[in-house]
T-cell receptor, first 111, second 115 residues
Framework: KQEVTQIPAALSVPEGENLVLNCSFTDSAIYNLQWFRQDPGKGLTSLLL?????REQTSGRLNASLDKSSGRSTLYIAASQPGDSATYLCAVTPHFNKFYFGSGTKLNVKP | DGGITQSPKYLFRKEGQNVTLSCEQN?????MYWYRQDPGQGLRLIYYSQIVNDFQKGDIAEGYSVSREKKESFPLTVTSAQKNPTAFYLC??????????????FGSGTQLSVL
């Protein structure tokens, strides 16, 4: 069974710092990987989706990379802001109706 | 605006009681999902539906039931057989049931607690 791990579980950084969040998965047979943001007590918002044939995707200050062979993805956030504070989750899709989620990294950006 | 509406936001269940969580979407999406989220854990799939009048069990279906009588609606019933129902429940959808590269859209969730 696919296992998805996100380390660290929590991260605190000063405003303006560039940072990297990590996601690893055990089975490289995936269609895609998505990164989500979750604010406290809210649902998830999809930030980026990387197809298995792609190496990276960018949206504004966010850049996500995918290395299927090593089972790793990173989410790079440039020039972090207090508004970026949230929990970030990754999910892999080994089947069109299966999404396996990591437990998330809780990010706190201090003013 | 298109989206997924979950209600209520907070729900309390008494022992032995069945409760129903509502999920409505106006995105015209084919596939809908119910997930359970426990503190500090990833989301776990309860049920999913690819088409009206059809649904499949996910990884933790015991103690739950669903229906899909309309494309827009996918309610979840937490039955008295679910002995540990306290959790945050999330409804999600994607546009094509068999699509492999589509984003998941989520509702804002329902927090269920036991009295």
């Amino acid at each position: 069974k696919q296992e998805v791990t996100q380390i660290p579980a929590a991260l605190s950084v000063p405003e303006g710092e560039n940072l990297v969040l990590n996601c690893s998965f055990t089975d490289s047979a995936i269609y895609n990987l998505q990164w989500f943001r979750q604010d406290p007590g809210k649902g998830l918002t999809s930030l980026l989706l990387i197809q298995s044939s792609q190496r990276e995707q960018t949206s504004g200050r966010l850049n996500a990379s995918l290395d299927k062979s090593s089972g790793r993805s990173t989410l790079y956030i440039a020039a972090s802001q207090p508004g970026d504070s949230a929990t970030y989750l990754c999910a892999v899709t080994p089947h069109f109706n299966k999404f396996y989620f990591g437990s998330g990294t809780k990010l706190n950006v201090k003013p | 605006d298109g989206g997924i509406t979950q209600s209520p936001k907070y729900l309390f269940r008494k022992e032995g009681q069945n409760v129903t969580l509502s999920c409505e979407q106006n995105l015209n999406h084919d596939a809908m999902y119910w997930y359970r989220q426990d503190p500090g854990q990833g989301l776990r799939l309860i049920y999913y539906s690819q088409i009206v009048n059809d649904f499949q069990k996910g990884d933790i279906a015991e103690g739950y039931s669903v229906s899909r009588e309309k494309k827009e609606s996918f309610p979840l019933t937490v039955t008295s057989a679910q002995k540990n129902p306290t959790a945050f429940y999330l409804c999600a959808s994607k546009s094509e049931a068999s699509g492999t590269n589509e984003k998941l859209f989520f509702g804002s969730g329902t927090q269920l607690s036991v009295l």
